[in-house]
């Protein structure tokens, strides 16, 4: 499963790295429910696929969190929903493709929205600051100098916690100076960047569920 690769660690399937995340996620959920922490970054209800050819960061950090979600898309009520952080100073993505199912009562339809960008690997997506809430992903995952099981505290690598009231300081993190993924299938419920350059973007609707990107 593990094998040194120039000077780096290379895993065939990145969802087994998460696991560790994903359980300092759910110990972040039970800080929530017993009131030690507050659930301040709320999202849609909605899910929403991603996938790339490949990913490239500098400044690879990961860690448990909690995203306060809307159960519906009524926008009535909140629930909260654990995830995995990523995390990375800065990122280029090749063959980048965004979509989104969105069910729309008043019209008795499923609207897909896709987008793509940085198809051209001169030109690929970059973004500063990123964060990525992910639910799930699977990719083949080359890190360099990596440390699992720093607390989320004392991380060096990646951009700063983006919120503090919903991680454990003491909890599981994971970082690497860099991480290249490959292959990528993710499903997310959200993303932040300080700055997000989409080059060659392409968006389009649509009712064909053909549109998803996996």
């Not at 454990?168 to 997310?188: H, R």
Request: with cysteine; hydrophobic share 40%.
């Amino acid at each position: 499963m593990e094998s040194q690769v120039r000077g780096g660690t290379r895993w065939k399937r990145f969802a087994v790295v998460m696991v560790p995340s994903v359980a300092a996620a759910a110990c972040v959920g039970i800080g929530l429910a017993q009131g030690a922490l507050a659930a301040s970054f709320s999202v849609s209800g909605q899910q929403f696929k991603v996938t790339a050819g490949h990913l490239h960061g500098e400044g690879f950090a990961q860690y448990g969190g909690i995203d306060s979600v809307y159960t519906s898309t009524d926008g009535k009520t909140k629930t909260q929903v654990p995830v995995a952080i990523s995390s990375f100073d800065d990122a280029t993505i090749t063959k980048m493709c965004q979509s989104v199912k969105t069910e729309i009562p008043l019209i008795g339809k499923t609207i897909y929205l896709r987008l793509e960008a940085g198809n051209n690997a001169q030109k690929p997506v970059v973004a500063e600051n990123l964060y990525i809430d992910v639910a799930q992903l699977d990719a083949d995952a080359e890190f360099k100098n990596i440390d699992i099981g720093v607390a989320v505290k004392d991380k060096t690598r990646g951009p700063a916690n983006r919120d503090e009231a919903t991680t454990l300081p003491g909890g599981f993190a994971q970082q690497a100076e860099t991480a290249d993924l490959y292959g990528v299938k993710q499903t997310a419920w959200a993303t932040t960047a300080g700055t997000f350059k989409l080059s060659g973007l392409s968006m389009r609707l649509g009712t064909d569920a053909k549109m998803e990107c996996y």
